[in-house]
């Protein structure tokens, strides 16, 4: 199971940190990403990182504003989101897939989503 966190309301240009804890697996073999899915929209990609630290993939629109991390004694990723902007206003979902898996479409794990409202 999935449990994100950490989302609210936040001002134009200000930052929120997003956290997602696994519980009742080991997720080290996951690669664990952010979705996120505003009213009316189709749910999109954000960010994802693989089991080494340093392989981490952005949406390009939050590339350089938003950090994925993750630790994975803790069994948590994290992201990090900065210069936040109106349209990034959406309900944002932790995932996880196999290291095996070549796509989103195999995970297997979703939590319930975190709101995340950027007021302009």
């Known amino acids: 199971q999935l449990h994100e966190s950490g989302g609210g309301l936040v001002q134009t240009g200000g930052s929120l940190r997003l956290s997602c804890v696994a519980s009742?697996?080991?997720?080290?073999?996951?690669?664990m990403g952010w979705f996120r899915q505003a009213p009316g929209k189709e749910r999109e990609f954000v960010a994802d990182?693989?089991?080494?630290?340093?392989?981490?993939a952005y949406l390009f629109s939050v590339k350089g504003r938003f950090t994925i991390s993750r630790d994975n004694a803790r069994d948590t990723v994290t992201l990090q989101m900065n210069s936040l902007k109106p349209e990034d206003t959406a309900k944002y979902y932790c995932g996880a897939r196999p290291n095996w898996s070549t796509s989103w479409t195999e995970a297997d794990s979703w939590g319930q989503g975190t709101q995340v409202i950027v007021s302009s």
């Open positions: 990182i693989g089991q080494h630290t340093n392989s981490a």
């Open positions: 009742g697996d080991t997720y080290s073999d996951y690669i």
